[in-house]
């Protein structure tokens, strides 16, 4: 019988979400579970969302504005561009996935650091281009030299995440000047800054008001993270005006609900809630990471909102043990563990449960 599908996504991983909170309670007979595997933020919906979003489901029976208009200026305005250079989506994952789209031929490369964020295989393969990854370096960050080695006349797309998911990790300005002023005008450099909202580092660039010019970079953005939209699915995109205008021709109509653009401009209304809630998970996780150091020491400085052990083939019984304590974490086969930061008093739950499997 012939295949019906793609017989390369055979090889292909799936995308791998954190564990349901209530199967794994049920499992263990406890009342609740603690989730620490997916970077939510704890704190539930900002003020005025919910109101907003139960407004505009009385309009449900229409479709969304597949402009975007009100949003694309409200973005605008917050970060300093032209509404013509954002475009939103199905959350920055999507956005990803246009960019591929709208760059990209079978054959054609896309460079990234490994391991870094999930989605980058599944994104490569979806438009059947090369994955190009280049190993991290022994503390767990992007080495961008060997980035920009990689890079070959084949060579579309290079993806920099930053801070990296997983490991936490951050490229500073000095070494991203380096590796930008490398970079073919003719390849497009993606600065995916997902946790952009977490980064206390000073040296650490914000690439929209660094680099937002240059003819070459797209800067992606969510707000499934520190504004607290996870399940609404809102991210955008700043690019330069042709750019963005391509990208918009592979998007998928409507993909911006009408939910999630009530959702995303009620949330761009309580900044200076986001502003102190992202002070407390940081504050937490400078808390917890001095914790882990006392039993695991090269647990790297993070500039996200979680942390990550560089546990190697250890990491899968360690996310175990965590789980029968009631605690879900998120391990990567092979290479390492990485931890949400939660409430204080989740936090203390993970680290009892990370202290018993690292020093039993």
Same mark, same amino acid.
């Given at each position: ?14 995308? &791998? ?17 603690? %989730? ?6 704890? *704190? ?8 907003? &979003? ?12 597949? =402009? ?19 475009? @939103? ?12 789209? +709208?760059?990209?031929?079978? =054959? ?21 281009? @090369? ?14 030299? +060997? ?7 084949? @060579?579309?797309?290079?993806? &920099? ?6 490991? =936490? @990790? ?64 809102? =991210? *955008? ?16 109509? *409507? ?38 150091? %006392? ?8 500039? +996200? ?31 390492? &563990? ?14 009892? +449960? ?7």
């Amino acid at each position: 019988m012939s295949r019906l599908t793609r017989a390369d996504l055979d090889a292909l991983p799936a995308y &791998v979400p954190g564990r349901n909170v209530a199967d794994l309670a049920r499992e263990l007979g406890i009342a609740e579970a603690v %989730k620490l595997a997916s970077n939510e933020v704890p *704190f539930g919906p900002l003020p005025g969302v919910a109101e907003a &979003v139960a407004r505009a489901v009385t309009e449900s029976h229409r479709y969304p504005d597949m =402009g975007v208009v009100a949003l694309r200026d409200r973005l605008a305005q917050r970060y300093g561009v032209d509404p013509d250079r954002i475009v @939103t989506g199905c959350g920055s994952v999507a956005l990803a996935e246009h960019l591929a789209k +709208a760059t990209c031929l079978p =054959g054609d490369e896309i460079v990234y650091s490994w391991r870094s964020f999930e989605a980058y295989p599944i994104i490569s393969a979806g438009v059947g281009a @090369t994955s190009v990854r280049v190993p991290n370096t022994p503390v767990h960050g992007h080495d961008l030299q +060997a980035m920009a080695d990689a890079i070959t006349d084949r @060579t579309r797309l290079v993806i &920099v995440c930053n801070p990296n998911n997983p490991t =936490g @990790t951050s490229v500073r300005k000095e070494e991203l000047d380096r590796f930008l002023s490398q970079v073919p005008s003719d390849v497009l450099v993606v600065l995916d800054e997902a946790y952009r909202e977490f980064v206390t580092d000073e040296q650490v660039p914000d690439a929209l008001k660094t680099y937002g010019d240059r003819p070459n970079v797209v800067v992606l953005r969510t707000m499934s993270k520190a504004w607290g939209l996870a399940g609404f699915r809102v =991210g *955008f995109l700043v690019a330069q005006p042709e750019v963005a205008a391509a990208i918009r021709k592979v998007l998928t109509p *409507f993909s911006t609900s009408l939910v999630a653009q009530a959702a995303a401009l009620a949330a761009l209304d309580a900044e200076d809630e986001v502003i102190r809630r992202c002070s407390l998970v940081i504050s937490e996780r400078e808390r917890v990471t001095e914790a882990l150091h %006392k039993f695991l020491p090269d647990v790297p400085s993070s500039q +996200a909102n979680f942390v990550w052990l560089p546990l190697g083939d250890a990491a899968v019984p360690f996310g175990a043990a965590c789980e029968q304590r009631g605690v879900i974490v998120r391990p990567f086969a092979g290479d390492g &563990v990485r931890v949400t930061i939660g409430t204080p008093e989740e936090n203390d739950a993970f680290l009892a +449960a990370a202290e018993s499997a690292l020093t039993s």
